[in-house]
């Protein structure tokens, strides 16, 4: 079958070459072996701007892991979350609900991210993506972990949670699929597979690094300890 797709090509390219030899005259064998090069570049699926080498895709990969360790965070501790910045309640399960909301929220703003930075990365290229998503996840993550508790400042301190767990949201709605078109798309297109499924392992990692780094602190602290200070740990080393 690839015989005949390639005896096909060579057939029309030929017949190409016929018409613009009668249009303009003959064409060079010089030609003829660049527009045979560059077909083979347009099959391989990399063209002319495969540049991307080892360090770039670890780079790749390895800001995926950092972006969902920080992502994941939030769903580990969402229990001393719900007591830290909202109100008390008798028996706790209000503030677990309201935690979950907020975490849930990210999901809704990642459509927006997205879009937002999709936009950047089509204009300025993939990497001026991918940077920003980067910052603006370990800043939030690193003020998450800073922010003051309902008790010393009100409803303010829910608010600013919200705050910094929406542009969480905003940050991976932007960056997954950034990063997953920066380390794919300067790659031979029969790889990637490979350099895609690497970029979502990545992510994987990441969220059981967050897993890991949260069962070690809540084994390592008290409960008092970890709603007074234990549980931002894992914020402020984010970043």
């Known amino acids: 079958m690839m015989d005949k797709h390639n005896n096909s090509t060579g057939e029309s390219n030929d017949s190409i070459d016929d018409h613009q030899a009668e249009a303009y005259g003959p064409i060079s064998s010089s030609q003829r072996t660049t527009r045979a090069m560059s077909d083979n ?14 360090l770039e ?25 719900g007591v830290v910045f909202f109100p008390p309640a008798p028996d706790g399960s209000h503030n677990l609900i309201d935690s979950f909301s907020v ?15 999709g936009h950047f990365g089509d204009k300025y290229g993939r990497k001026s993506a991918v940077v920003p998503s980067l910052f603006i996840m370990a800043f939030f993550t690193f003020a998450m972990g800073c922010l003051p508790s309902y008790e010393r400042v009100g409803s303010w301190s ?7 767990r929406l542009f969480q949201g905003v940050s991976v709605g ?4 950034a990063t997953l078109m920066y ?11 490979y350099y895609g499924s690497m970029v979502m392992m990545g992510a994987c990692i990441g969220t059981l690094i967050g897993n890991f780094v949260g069962a070690i602190i809540r084994s390592c602290l008290t ?17």
Request: proline share 5%; charged share 15%; aromatic share 14%.
């Open 174 to 177: 932007g960056q997954l699929p």
């Open 41 to 54: 570049n347009k099959d391989d699926g990399g063209g002319d701007d495969v540049t991307n080498g080892p």
């Open 103 to 117: 975490y849930g929220g990210a999901f809704l703003m990642r459509p927006i991210g997205g879009l937002v930075l």
């Open 183 to 193: 380390t794919v798309e300067m790659r031979p297109r029969k790889h990637w597979g």
């Open 223 to 239: 409960y008092d300890q970890l709603v007074s200070w234990g549980w931002r740990i894992p914020f402020l080393t984010g970043i």
């Open 158 to 164: 829910t608010a600013l949670l919200v705050i910094c």
């Open 57 to 81: 895709t670890i780079a790749g990969i390895m800001g995926n892991v950092l972006e969902w360790y920080d992502f994941a965070l939030f769903g580990y501790f969402s229990d001393v979350i």
